[in-house]
C-alpha cells in the first residue's frame, strides 16, 4: 500500500509496522505463512492492515483531509491462493475494499503472483503503438527527430525497472525482446525479414537479458560496498 510520506511512519511506528519510502511514496506490509498459518494468518493480516488503514483515515481526518476508498488499494501476494479468499478489508459505515489482482507500483504492474505478465503487456502496448504510428510518418521525419521519437517513447520504456527481466522466465522476456528488436530495425532502416541482432548490434545495443544483468552488476557495489 502506497501512502503519503509525512501521513504514514509515524503512524506505522506506533504499531510496529516497518515500512519503506521511496519517490514521495511509503509502502508497508504485512507478511504471514500461508502453509502454516492458513485462514488463521489470512484473519490476523486482514485485521492489522484494517487497524492500519483506519488509524491513517483518522490521522487524515484530524488534519482536515479524507482518505478516498475508491482509491485505496491493497493486494495479497500468493501462489497458491487467489486475492479474492483473503476477503475485503471492511473499514465500519458501510465501507469496504476489495482485494486486487493487479497494481500499479511506482510504474510497474505488479499482479499477485509476481510473474510480472501484466507489465510485459503493458510495455508492449506503449512500445509498439508509437513505434508503428512513427514508421507511418518517418519519411516525413528527420533521422535525428525520429531517434529522438524512439528514445522518448520506446527506449525509455524499456529501459525503466529493467533489471526485473533478469529474473523473468524467457518466455515473457522474449516478448520484451521483440519490441527492442523492432525499434532496432526500424531505426537501422533493416527490412522485415532482415537479422535483428546486427540491427541491434549496429547500434551497440545489448539484449534485454543482458542489458538486465548489466544492471544488476553496477548495482551491486552500491547494495555492498567493500
Sequence with gaps: MQLHDVISPKILNEIGISCHTYAGDTQFWVSFDE?????????????????????????????LLKLNPNKT?????????????????????????????EVRNLGMEMDYKLNFKGHVDKIRQSCFFPSEEAEIDRSYIP???????????????????????????????????????ATAKSLTGARKYDSATVACKALHVLPIRYCAKYKSLLLAPLQNPA
Excluded: W
Design 35 to 63: 502453509l502454516s498459518d492458513g485462514m488463521d494468518g489470512k484473519f490476523s493480516a486482514r485485521q492489522l492492515i484494517t487497524q492500519v488503514i483506519r488509524l491513517i483515515s483518522c490521522f487524515m481526518k484530524d488534519n
Design 143 to 181: 533521422k535525428e527527430h525520429f531517434i529522438t521519437l524512439v528514445h522518448a517513447f520506446v527506449t525509455s520504456q524499456l529501459d525503466f525497472c529493467n533489471l526485473i527481466f533478469y529474473f523473468l522466465p524467457e518466455s515473457l522476456v522474449t516478448l520484451v525482446q521483440t519490441v527492442q528488436n
Design 73 to 101: 488499494q491493497f493486494i495479497p501476494f500468493s501462489r497458491r491462493s487467489h486475492p479474492n479468499s483473503f476477503g475485503p478489508l471492511q473499514l465500519g459505515n458501510n465501507v469496504s475494499i476489495l482485494p486486487s489482482t
